[in-house]
């Protein structure tokens, strides 16, 4: 079956720039997350949804990084005014419902590089 | 907080050796810890994952790992590495409570296998 994707697989921008991230779970999986992983880091959580509302945002770096899942299924990460800081690989991962023992898919994540 | 130790950012085996990946944790509470493996260009993948009921936990691709309370370890091992196991490899711990949700990764270890 189709696993969790992303698009772009790969964005380079300009710093100051506004950039979205898109994320389309697994059909079904009412949990969304987001992690951000640096070069030579493990990946670090950014925000995660249950359905259509934001459960845990705590890890957003901050008010520069927005995400939304309007529908309950695809997420966008938007970026906006862009710092060389931020590039990374944006990493998606779904899960049936949320709570310690799910098992989080992850997509192959969006390498973001702001030049 | 909860946090894992990945002692190694390297290790390197030959094919066919004993592989032993270290991860230590730290938890307040009983603790649900995965091992996750990365090749290049991928997303994360589930090795394996404890959740308490058993403490040696059988995973995908032959690789195992025992949870030892009195040593905060959660070891990853295989008995005969092959080369298709080169790759990144994160030990990581679920959060509780209102972080039930959110996994915090180690910074990971990068196993090369030689010939």
């Known amino acids: 079956g189709a696993g969790v994707s992303q698009t772009p697989s790969n964005k380079v921008t300009e710093k100051g720039k506004y950039v979205e991230l898109r994320c389309d779970p697994i059909?079904?999986?009412?949990?969304l997350y987001w992690y951000r992983q640096s070069l030579g880091q493990g990946p670090e959580f950014l925000i995660y949804?249950?359905?259509?509302?934001?459960?845990?945002d705590s890890g957003l770096p901050n008010d520069r990084f927005f995400a939304v899942r309007p529908e309950g299924s695809v997420s966008t990460l938007k970026i906006q005014r862009t710092e060389r800081g931020d590039s990374a690989v944006y990493l998606c991962?779904?899960?049936?419902?949320?709570?310690?023992?799910?098992?989080?898919?992850f997509g192959p994540g969006t390498r973001l590089l702001v030049l | 907080a909860q946090s894992v130790t990945q002692l190694g950012s390297h290790v390197s085996v030959s094919e066919g050796a004993l592989v032993l990946l270290r991860c230590n944790y730290s938890?307040?509470?009983?603790?649900?810890l995965f091992w996750y493996v990365q090749y290049p260009n991928q997303g994360l993948q589930l090795l394996l994952k404890?959740?308490?009921?058993?403490?040696l936990v059988k995973g995908i691709n032959g690789f195992e790992a025992e949870f030892k309370k009195s040593e905060t370890s959660f070891h990853l091992t295989k008995p005969s590495a092959h080369m298709s196991d080169a790759a990144e490899y994160f030990c990581?711990?679920?959060?509780?409570?209102?972080?039930?949700?959110?996994?915090?990764f180690g910074s990971g270890t990068r196993l090369s296998i030689r010939p």
């Open positions: 991962a779904s899960s049936w419902t949320s709570g310690q023992q799910e098992t989080q898919y």
């Open positions: 059909s079904g999986h009412t949990a």
């Open positions: 938890s307040s509470v009983p603790p649900y």
């Open positions: 404890y959740t308490s009921a058993a403490t």
């Open positions: 990581a711990v679920v959060g509780f409570g209102s972080s039930a949700s959110k996994i915090i």
């Open positions: 949804f249950q359905g259509t509302g934001a459960a845990d």
